[in-house]
């Protein structure tokens, strides 16, 4: 029997491509997750292992589908391989039922990861790179929406004791009221009592 398994990283993937990939293949069984690659606990990839028996093959569209690291797939193809069920992946022309399928199998796996482990690398020099040019990633600070003398107008209203905190945040520009307490009311960040 054919098993076909499908897997989708987020809901608002498609899995149509691999779908018609399973159909044209004659999948008489596929099995469909939708969660990252990363995790071994997919209930339909469970599901799909409890199903086969010897001889059954199970038909990816590519590899990373079924195993993000080469160590993974490896357990995965090595798990087929003693229960008697083979793997074919449609992409990279792999069928472990053959010796020449193995191998490719195993060259394949280690290129994608090698590939994965390029792109992170690639990732964190850039991300240094624009550190070294004076660059911060992430989200802007909340007070740096503020117009210049702004949060000194805040602290000093707020001293005065003439406002609420309603009044000085409008005044003065705040939106959020945990921020107008982080930087006006309690600005050295030890908690008072």
Same mark, same amino acid.
């Given at each position: /029997?054919? #098993?076909?398994?499908?897997?989708?990283?987020?809901?608002?993937?498609?899995?149509?491509?691999? &779908?018609?990939? /399973?159909?044209? &293949?004659?999948?008489?069984?596929?099995?469909?997750?939708?969660?990252?690659?990363?995790?071994?606990?997919?209930?339909?990839?469970?599901? /799909?292992?409890?199903?086969?028996?010897?001889?059954? $093959?199970? $038909?990816?569209?590519?590899?990373?589908?079924?195993?993000?690291?080469?160590?993974?797939? @490896?357990?995965? $193809?090595? #798990?087929?391989?003693?229960?008697?069920?083979?793997?074919?992946?449609?992409? +990279?022309?792999?069928?472990?039922?053959?010796?020449?399928?193995?191998? /490719?199998?195993?060259?394949?796996?280690?290129?994608?990861?090698? &590939?994965?482990? @390029? @792109?992170? +690398?690639?990732?964190? =020099?850039?991300?240094? =790179?624009?550190?070294?040019?004076?660059?911060?990633?992430?989200?802007?600070? *909340? @007070?740096?929406?503020?117009?210049?003398?702004? #949060? &000194?107008?805040?602290?000093?209203?707020?001293? *005065?004791?003439?406002?609420?905190?309603?009044?000085?945040?409008?005044?003065?520009?705040?939106?959020?009221?945990?921020?107008?307490?982080?930087?006006? $009311?309690?600005?050295?960040?030890?908690?008072?009592?």
């Amino acid at each position: /029997m054919k #098993l076909g398994y499908i897997r989708v990283s987020r809901d608002t993937q498609t899995t149509a491509l691999q &779908e018609g990939a /399973m159909k044209q &293949e004659h999948c008489e069984r596929t099995f469909v997750d939708t969660m990252t690659g990363k995790r071994f606990d997919r209930p339909e990839l469970q599901r /799909m292992l409890d199903l086969a028996r010897p001889k059954d $093959v199970v $038909v990816v569209w590519r590899l990373d589908r079924l195993g993000r690291s080469l160590k993974e797939l @490896i357990e995965i $193809v090595n #798990l087929f391989a003693a229960r008697g069920i083979e793997l074919r992946s449609l992409k +990279e022309h792999i069928d472990t039922s053959t010796p020449t399928g193995k191998l /490719m199998f195993h060259v394949m796996a280690a290129l994608a990861e090698f &590939e994965r482990d @390029i @792109i992170q +690398e690639r990732t964190q =020099a850039g991300l240094e =790179a624009a550190r070294a040019r004076g660059r911060k990633g992430g989200r802007p600070k *909340a @007070i740096s929406a503020l117009r210049p003398g702004q #949060l &000194e107008r805040a602290k000093q209203l707020y001293a *005065a004791r003439n406002n609420t905190v309603e009044e000085i945040m409008r005044l003065t520009g705040f939106k959020s009221r945990a921020t107008f307490y982080k930087y006006v $009311v309690n600005p050295t960040g030890y908690a008072t009592s």
